[in-house]
């Protein structure tokens, strides 16, 4: 393990059977964790049978309960978590957990932001002019837990450079990244677009333009399904 990075434990493993809105189903074992330097209640989730001889599929996925919980059109965190639930366990890997509700905000402020891009504001502005910066997650604890869980060497599944970053800041080696799907619909066009083009994020910019033209999009666009 890097020294920039303190040791933490498994604290339980537990079975849990999952089933989702659309009838997929699969089964997770939830891992918790001791020794957090952020003391938040993360879990991994671990997904088919990852395997010692090439790298586990892993995907850091920051709370939603907007989109996770309530299928918030908003956005595109709970298509996302969806997803990598079946990837993953197809592939064998870990789903992180994070408590890092509105790219690390809070649930309040978050809906607060909301209000503010009502008015205007993209979702990167509507933070900083609530006081905050546009993505206050940090990934240290993510890199404990996967130290924790023996994959210090992963193919991650995201289109966000500063996850990459961050973690191999932290010791974690990133052998691919695998990009997600773009779960594009004509509600969350703008947002889309501003992460692709204020955060970086690796998504098909003609497809987002053309959502975000009124009429013309009528489904989802999908991106990098294959690993």
């Known amino acids: 393990m ?12 537990i079975r849990i059977p999952l089933r989702f809105a659309d009838g997929y189903s699969t089964t ?15 879990v991994a989730l671990e997904l088919g049978r990852p395997a010692t001889a090439r790298p586990a599929l892993v995907r ?6 907007t989109g996770d919980v309530f299928g918030s059109q908003r956005c595109d ?7 990598a639930v079946e990837r993953i366990t197809k592939r064998g890997g870990y789903l992180l957990y994070l408590r890092q509700e509105g790219r690390g905000i809070g649930l309040y402020e978050k809906l607060d932001a909301y209000a503010l891009q009502d008015g205007g504001l993209d979702t990167y502005d509507a933070n900083l002019a609530l006081g905050h910066g546009a993505d206050e ?5 993510a890199a404990q837990m996967l130290y924790a869980l023996g994959a210090s060497r992963i193919a991650l599944l995201s289109n966000n450079p500063d996850k990459c970053a961050q973690l191999a800041r932290l010791g974690i080696t990133i052998a691919k990244q695998v990009p997600t799907a773009l779960h594009l619909n004509e509600i969350n ?22 959502a975000a033209e009124p009429h013309r999009h009528t489904g989802p666009a999908q991106l990098g399904t294959a690993d």
């Open 137 to 141: 997650r940090d990934y240290t604890s």
């Open 2 to 13: 890097t020294g920039a990075v303190q040791a933490a434990a498994i604290r339980r493993r």
């Open 28 to 42: 997770a074992t939830v891992v918790t964790f001791t020794g957090l330097v952020d003391a938040q209640q993360h």
């Open 77 to 83: 965190c709970g298509p996302q978590l969806r997803e």
């Open 189 to 210: 066009a703008a947002y889309l677009t501003a992460k692709a083009r204020r955060g970086g994020h690796d998504l098909l910019s003609q497809s987002l333009d053309r």
């Open 60 to 65: 850091l996925h920051s709370e939603c309960l």
